[in-house]
């Protein structure tokens, strides 16, 4: 039978008449029936039919949004299909503009096989076993994606493997980028670009500020990750369609073709990856075949690599580094950990309950963070770790290894950045009218058990013992003091520099007195 577009010598893509006539039924209904269908033949796929709009009842099809995008097609539109007794959504489409590689088929609308009740080739039903299967061609990056993208170690590293293969199969690929949405409390997205003759893949972060600026507004990016379907752009020739400026911008940089499509995970999250050319021609139909092949494998070994990424993050975030670094690596029973030699500071919002009676939520939620952030940005610059938020308090810890009076002064440098973003915070409040926040911080050395603790459904890494107890208590007398910052004799001793003595004190549930300092200026 000849073919109307003949088959690639590579990624099989041909498309040909049907010499039977074809019926299909859904819901009890002959949905269509024609003596003209076309049939298209495509990679390891089964065969798929395609009927003319006139064969087919059109009172049971309603369209639908949904749209997709194969780069070497075309966009696919989508209907829903309902008879009076059944009703079944996106099964069927038609490349309403395709791509002239398939260009017999506009027009033309075709159905998921196994979503329809049967199928009928001269009034014979077509069974599954009796389908034609469309010969196989080898995918020169089957091998690769069963061999090696196995090994790399991160997502920048899959996509430098990947591009590399690639290269080295002849895909004249010039750049390509992926855009992963993220979790992350701060960042909106990540993105990693390859550009050919590049050793590194260049990574970047997006805040959430990017989808207000018109350079994403305006970009494929947004509509593919708001739902569009994607876009392939021949950018050779007079004419070629500029209607995203980045169009315009790598068409000066001499691309002659550019696709952007949605890299879908599993659980439905939408993200972008985009190719672009600068070879003659642009890219083949047998090169974007053999990679939108293989994208649904290789997008899987993406997530797997984002998850692990992403959960470092939240760990990191909503653990602090250290122990999201434990939990990743096991330490996860009840009852696991370690005694800790560290500096052990706790600080304290104070008149909190009254405050929160007295403000607005709002009013009293903004406070609350610029204390916490000023404190907890301190501790981290310095290298402490923030363990946990106690309401409106905030533990942290700066373990001792060696040198402990590197790791006093350490703590001593954090406090004096925590005071100063504080003096900072209350001049901007002042300003604006609101109430200064008022804050202590008390600083104690010595041991602490740092463990998982909890029920066997809810556990905390957090610091017990009585060093963590006395930091506590230490923080408390900065009211009676008058002092923003409090420290104890036992971290007076190991600190390198000069501290003021305020005398001595009683710590409450602590046995004795001990010396209690604060910085000299205070």
């Given amino acids: ?136 061609t080898a995918n020169p990056l089957s091998n690769w994606l069963l061999a090696e993208a196995w090994s790399a170690d991160s997502t920048a590293d899959l996509i430098a ?16 980028r992926i855009i992963i949405k993220t979790l992350h409390p701060q960042l909106y997205a990540r993105g990693f670009t390859w550009n050919k003759g590049e050793e590194e893949v260049s990574e970047f972060d997006a805040d959430f500020e990017i989808i207000n600026t018109p350079a994403y507004k305006d970009s494929p990016f947004a509509t593919i990750i708001d739902g569009s379907a994607g876009i392939r752009r021949r950018l050779e020739g007079e004419k070629p369609v500029l209607d995203y400026p980045v169009l315009e911008e790598i068409l000066e940089q001499g691309a002659t073709d550019y696709v952007a499509m949605p890299l879908v995970f599993s659980d439905g999250q939408r993200n972008v990856f985009s190719m672009m050319t600068d070879h003659k021609g642009g890219f083949t139909t047998d090169a974007l075949g053999h990679i939108y092949e293989i994208m649904p494998a290789l997008s899987r070994l993406i997530e797997m690599h984002y998850i692990r990424r992403t959960a470092v993050t939240l760990l990191d975030t909503y653990l602090g580094k250290q122990t999201g670094k434990r939990v990743l690596d096991g330490q996860v029973k009840r009852g696991d950990g370690e005694d800790l030699h560290s500096v052990i500071w706790f600080c304290d919002l104070r008149n909190s309950t009254a405050l929160s009676e007295a403000m607005p939520r709002e009013d009293f939620l903004k406070m609350l963070n610029q204390f ?12 402490g770790e923030v363990l946990r938020y106690i309401g409106d308090a905030a533990l942290s810890i700066f373990p001792i290894t060696d040198d402990s009076e590197a790791i006093t002064q350490k703590a001593i440098d954090a406090a004096k950045d925590a005071l100063e973003r504080m003096k900072v915070i209350n001049q901007e409040r002042a300003e604006n ?49 008058k002092v923003p910052l409090l420290i104890s004799e036992n971290f007076n001793s190991n600190f390198p520099g000069e501290l003021k003595s305020l005398g001595q004190a009683a710590l409450r549930g602590v046995e004795g007195e001990q010396e209690i300092f604060t910085l000299p200026n205070l």
């Fill in 1 to 136: 039978m000849d073919q109307i577009v003949e088959a690639n010598t590579e990624y099989m893509l041909s498309v040909e008449p049907v010499a039977e006539t074809i019926r299909v039924e859904f819901g009890g209904e002959t949905i269509a029936e024609s003596s003209q269908t076309l049939k298209l033949n495509e990679g390891r796929y089964a065969p798929v039919y395609y009927f003319p709009l006139d064969d087919i009842n059109q009172n049971f099809l309603a369209k639908s949004e949904r749209t997709t995008l194969c780069p070497f097609k075309g966009i696919a539109s989508y209907w829903n299909l309902k008879t009076k007794s059944q009703k079944a959504d996106d099964i069927v489409w038609s490349y309403e503009d395709p791509d002239q590689t398939v260009a017999p088929i506009k027009g033309y609308l075709s159905f998921y096989w196994d979503q329809m009740d049967a199928w009928y080739a001269d009034g014979k039903k077509i069974d599954e076993a009796d389908r034609e299967t469309t010969p196989i």
């Fill in 161 to 176: 493997k990947f591009n590399k293969c690639l290269v080295e199969k002849g895909i004249p690929v010039t750049r390509f």
């Fill in 433 to 481: 009218g609101e109430i200064e926040i008022g804050f202590g911080i008390g600083l104690h050395l010595g041991d602490v058990t740092y463990g998982n603790i909890g029920s066997p459904s809810r556990l905390e890494f957090t610091v017990i013992g009585p060093a963590a107890n006395q930091a506590a208590r230490i923080e408390g007398l900065t009211k009676e003091y």
């Fill in 372 to 383: 916490l952030e000023a404190m907890a940005d301190a501790v981290l610059d310095a290298g």
